[in-house]
């Protein structure tokens, strides 16, 4: 069964940086196509930023440069470097993997940014 666990969550002043970690593991720990997203309290989840196939990106308009996706293929490991954090990217962050057996989520780290 496929495990996918994030971590490096925290709490962090406005302006400050956090690195998150997604390490999959189990029979497809494929991480080809990954992404973050994140869910406010009392908001919908969102798409934070993806990597698919052949290194191709796609980040949410409010990333605004501050976020950078990054893979390590020997360690089916995915990352989200965040900077510049504003209180209103608060929320749980979770990591989706993507593969032909369906998507995969972690359980999420929450990710808070005091004013």
């Known amino acids: 069964q496929v495990k996918v666990v994030e971590s490096g969550g925290g709490l962090v002043q406005a302006g400050g940086s956090l690195r998150l970690s997604c390490v999959v593991s189990?029979?497809?720990?494929?991480?080809?196509?990954m992404a973050w997203f994140r869910q406010a309290p009392e908001k919908q989840r969102e798409l934070v930023a993806l990597?698919?196939?052949?290194?191709?990106?796609n980040y949410a308009d409010f990333v605004e440069g501050r976020f950078t996706i990054s893979r390590d293929f020997r360690k089916n490991s995915v990352y989200l470097q965040m900077n510049s954090l504003k209180p209103e990217d608060t929320g749980v962050y979770f990591c989706?993997?993507?593969?032909?057996?369906?998507?995969?989520w972690g359980q999420g780290t929450q990710v808070t940014v005091s004013s």
């Open positions: 990597i698919g196939d052949g290194g191709r990106l």
């Open positions: 989706r993997q993507s593969g032909p057996w369906g998507d995969v």
């Open positions: 189990g029979p497809h720990r494929s991480v080809n196509n």
